[in-house]
């Protein structure tokens, strides 16, 4: 079955190697002999180079378990033929440095997986315990108690066992030690399935007498007689244990048989005396014993397969022993071996390659970056050294924080100024977070917006050096479990922040040279300052259009979950624009009013908890919006101005939403008469999946 998985699968690997070999090189040469459409950018490459490998890889992983498993419906059949005999009965051991198990030995089911019972003889099934070789007692087996196997001489049928240790509950001996045999054993034919006693064997009996003698003082069965034995002898009762054939008038007077039935002593066809391997057991010490391969017999021809070389199997069809060569069980390890060989030095190819091309596009986006700041302008913040930034960060030590694209630091600047520093890592814009922020905020002073104070780019480091904002982010005073921290914001300062970060967008949309589009408008990106202003950040996924532009175009939705504008998921619900900015605004702020997540994981069902639907019934019912604390009159027409404002902004249709200009109209009551909006979405049994 392996060399037929060889056959059909090497094939496969091979054109799977092939196409992989045209792939790099087309990677690699992209232009020759003509142009090619593998004449990507590197970005575009590297992806190309893992999705290859990952494909070579797996075609070789699945030929190599197919090779060592075998199918698995294959291996329930009852019949194999002859050549796959290793297939489903392979070679094992319990460690490696045991002795190897083959037939006619086998491993028991529960080491061995499934491995089919005609593996080996009944008899001569083993187990493993820990690293342990252990031949057990079995109703086939001629054995009265368990061995340990150290070694195996298949050409000469000989185990070399150690005896371990059995508990005999008839015993009534007081005595602790561990005995090698019992005292007694239950009635059994000493015959394998096939009427052969598996293993060379004498019989014997346990005697117990009253006085203790030494073997030897019986010249006529001295080499018959193994004792005293020590665990099943007391101050007043000595046993030994007796060859059956001794004759009763040999035997002290003071003796009588204590074992019911012959109990069989494993015993080697070498010229060794009954005693001497009977004291062999009963010490638990080495001792060896040939297994029986009597002629026309399921065993009788594997001494003969080991002397010529070769490796005795079983054919399931004829039902009979025959000899392999060991070159079949040869080329199916070298099979097995080549095709691991192939996948480890496949591995190390792509692996060398992946590198080589990972340093041209860390180049790329270098040298993107570098022209950047070259037709940037002298209008840009401080540039600084990778070991300036160090200084400043004071080797990244006091950590603030961790962002999507990077993590944050707390710094002081030569002059005493404390700062923000952003280590930009896990990039995967090819550059492009780098440079929209510097692009973006490096440009622009207002008073909403954080301040870019200076940047850093050498090689495949990029950093960002941002005024500090004691206060952290909106996030923690909206969704703190401390009651302390959740009271300081307030209605007014609701409103405060809102209007804050209201203008800042309005700059941003309305008041800059080029229109920046922001798109992960949330409260972790609204930052505040000593007084509770809020300035936006995080520049990392804004994009720069004309400020006469009104529709801009992106490859794949931008932002974070639950403040995305449906028209990112889909074209149906109307054109990207600054209006997508103004959605995520109004999930923020119903966020704030409600202190309440847009997606709250703990939520079984989402339906449920629409949020914003909640809200649109307060506001439309004319109920408080109330917080934990009590609110004056006042206080309440702040929190229902600030959700409808937020009602507005959230208008599934963009063109129903509100300009920034007018939400900050709104906020500042300059728009008297508020009215509420319409229902800006689907009720939550009915509103589509995105």
């Not at 970005?43 to 190599?64: N, P, Y």
Request: charge should be neutral.
């Amino acid at each position: 079955m392996m060399i037929d998985a060889v056959k059909v699968g090497w094939p496969f690997l091979q054109s799977t190697c092939l196409a992989g070999v045209y792939l790099l090189f087309a990677l690699l040469f992209p232009s020759y002999p003509s142009p090619h459409p593998f004449a990507l950018p590197l970005r575009q490459k590297l992806i190309l180079i893992i999705k290859m490998s990952e494909l070579a890889l797996a075609a070789g992983a699945v030929l190599l378990v197919y090779l060592l498993l075998g199918a698995d419906l294959q291996l329930q059949a009852k019949a194999w033929e002859d050549k796959d005999f290793f297939s489903y009965c392979p070679p094992a051991r319990c460690s490696k440095h045991g002795p190897e198990i083959r037939f006619p030995f086998h491993l028991n089911s529960s080491n061995s997986g499934k491995i089919p019972s005609s593996c080996g003889l009944p008899c001569m099934k083993l187990s493993c315990s820990g690293q342990d070789t252990i031949l057990h007692t079995n109703k086939y087996s001629n054995l009265a108690s368990p061995y340990r196997v150290t070694a195996m001489d298949y050409s000469r049928a000989i185990l070399t066992i150690v005896p371990l240790a059995v508990t005999d509950p008839s015993s009534s001996s007081s005595s602790l030690s561990p005995c090698a045999l019992p005292k007694s054993v239950d009635h059994y034919d000493c015959e394998d399935a096939y009427g052969d006693p598996c293993y060379n064997y004498e019989t014997a009996a346990i005697i117990s007498c009253s006085t203790e003698f030494a073997p030897t003082s019986l010249p006529a069965a001295a080499d018959y007689i193994a004792g005293p034995i020590s665990c099943l002898s007391n101050n007043t009762h000595f046993s030994y244990l007796v060859h059956y054939d001794v004759p009763i008038s040999l035997i002290p007077l003071d003796c009588e048989a204590v074992s019911d039935f012959p109990i069989p002593v494993p015993f080697p066809n070498d010229w060794v005396s009954f005693r001497e391997t009977a004291e062999r057991i009963i010490n638990f010490s080495e001792t060896k014993v040939n297994w029986r391969t009597y002629p026309n017999r399921i065993a009788s021809n594997c001494s003969k397969c080991e002397e010529q070389g070769q490796f005795c199997a079983f054919s399931s069809q004829r039902n009979q022993t025959f000899c392999m060569h060991q070159g079949s069980r040869a080329k199916v390890i070298a099979a097995t071996s080549s095709v691991a060989a192939f996948v480890v030095l496949l591995s190390m190819v792509a692996t060398a390659l992946y590198l080589s091309l990972r340093t041209r596009y860390n180049e790329e986006i270098h040298l993107k970056v570098e022209m950047f700041l070259k037709t940037y302008g002298t209008s840009k913040p401080t540039r600084y050294t990778f070991s300036e930034v160090k200084k400043i960060a004071r080797r990244f030590k006091v950590k603030l924080g961790q962002g999507g694209f990077g993590s944050v630091y707390r710094g002081e600047l030569p002059n005493g100024v404390p700062v923000a520093v952003k280590m930009l890592e896990n990039s995967e814009g090819e550059g492009d977070e780098f440079i929209n922020e510097v692009a973006t905020i490096g440009r622009i002073h207002h008073a909403n917006i954080v301040r870019l104070l200076g940047f850093c780019s050498e090689g495949s480091r990029h950093a960002l050096i941002y005024e500090f904002m004691p206060n952290e982010s909106l996030e923690k005073y909206i969704f703190s479990h401390d009651s302390n921290i959740s009271q300081e914001l307030v209605p007014n300062k609701m409103l405060d922040i809102a209007l804050g970060i209201a203008r800042g967008m309005e700059y941003l949309h309305q008041g800059c040279n080029q229109r920046i589009l922001h798109f992960d408008i949330k409260p972790n990106n609204i930052l505040l300052d000593y007084n509770f202003s809020a300035k936006i950040s995080d520049f990392g996924l804004a994009k720069l259009c004309a400020r006469d532009q009104s529709i801009v175009t992106l490859t794949a939705a931008r932002g974070t979950m639950g403040y995305i504008a449906p028209e990112l998921y889909s074209r149906n619900f109307g054109e990207i624009s600054y209006k997508s900015d103004v959605y995520s605004f109004g999930m923020l702020v119903l966020e704030m009013v409600s202190r309440r997540r847009s997606a709250d994981p703990s939520v079984e069902s989402q339906n449920e908890v629409y949020f914003p639907e909640w809200i649109y019934e307060q506001v439309i019912t004319g109920q408080d919006l109330a917080l934990a604390r009590e609110m004056t009159p006042e206080e309440k027409e702040i929190m229902r101005q600030l959700a409808t404002v937020a009602l507005w902004c959230i208008q599934w249709n963009p063109k129903k939403r509100p300009t920034m200009t007018k939400v900050v109209n709104m906020l500042t009551g300059r728009l008297q008469n508020l009215q509420v909006p319409p229902k800006p979405f689907f009720s939550a049994d009915s509103y589509p999946a995105l």
